[in-house]
């Protein structure tokens, strides 16, 4: 069974930092290209970042560029997301997921002073 | 730039088939899309991959009543039979150089 297990989520002030992390099983980690995906309070989905299955590729969206880092280790079958210069609009349920299929559970971060 | 067009609700009765649509902007009718749901309080779930040929690929354990189409510019997820556990908000997301997700529609079941 596929499952992708998010964890490091919590409450920072605004300007802080921190790492989520995902932790995968039951299908080839390393050969899977990996996203991380969030959702504000009562909103729709929004794509953050992209790393391919090697790494050689990385994509963020405009809205976190130059605040968070992907990264990943296929020896641990786990990808980060390195969050700083946090914002209260950074508020949201964050899920890593595959580029077309695979969810995990999501972790809440909550930016407030 | 492109953009994935939802309408952001629908409804039908319980026992009957619904068709959500996803519009692709224009130029981009050979773009694979995929249907994800997202229950109340629950994570997003995959459910279908509509390509561009005509191909489909289902999540694991998707029922049959979930099924897709495409035409032109549209893509289009068709449920039948519908159960109260259908009751959800139903997301179309396709690639480009990062995941490109529509409004949502969420759907009711009367």
């Known amino acids: 069974e596929v499952q992708l297990v998010e964890s490091g989520g919590g409450s920072v002030q605004p300007g802080g930092s921190l790492t989520l992390s995902c932790t995968a099983s039951?299908?080839?980690?390393?050969?899977?290209?990996m996203n991380w995906v969030r959702q504000a309070p009562g909103k729709g989905l929004e794509w953050l970042a992209y790393i391919s299955s090697r790494t050689n590729t990385i994509y963020y969206a405009d809205s976190v560029k130059g605040r968070f880092t992907i990264s990943r280790d296929n020896g641990k079958n786990s990808l980060s997301l390195e969050m700083n210069s946090l914002r209260v609009d950074d508020t949201a349920v964050y899920y890593c997921?595959?580029?077309?299929?695979?969810w995990g559970q999501g972790t809440v971060v909550t930016v407030s002073s | 730039q492109l953009v994935l067009t939802q309408s952001p609700s629908a409804s039908a009765s319980l026992g009957a088939s619904v068709k959500l649509t996803c519009t692709l902007s224009s130029g981009h009718s050979n773009k694979d899309i995929a249907w994800h749901q997202q229950r109340p309080d629950e994570a997003p779930r995959f459910l279908i991959k509509?390509?561009?040929?005509?191909?489909?690929r289902k999540g694991d354990g998707i029922p049959d009543r979930f099924s897709g189409s495409s035409s032109g510019t549209e893509r289009s997820l068709t449920i039948s039979s519908l159960q109260s556990e259908d009751e959800a908000d139903y997301y179309c997301?396709?690639?480009?150089?990062?995941?490109?997700f529509g409004g949502g529609t969420r759907l009711t079941v009367l």
């Open positions: 509509l390509n561009g040929d005509g191909s489909h």
């Open positions: 997301q396709t690639w480009d150089n990062g995941k490109v």
């Open positions: 039951g299908f080839t980690f390393s050969a899977y290209s």
């Open positions: 997921a595959g580029t077309w299929d695979y």
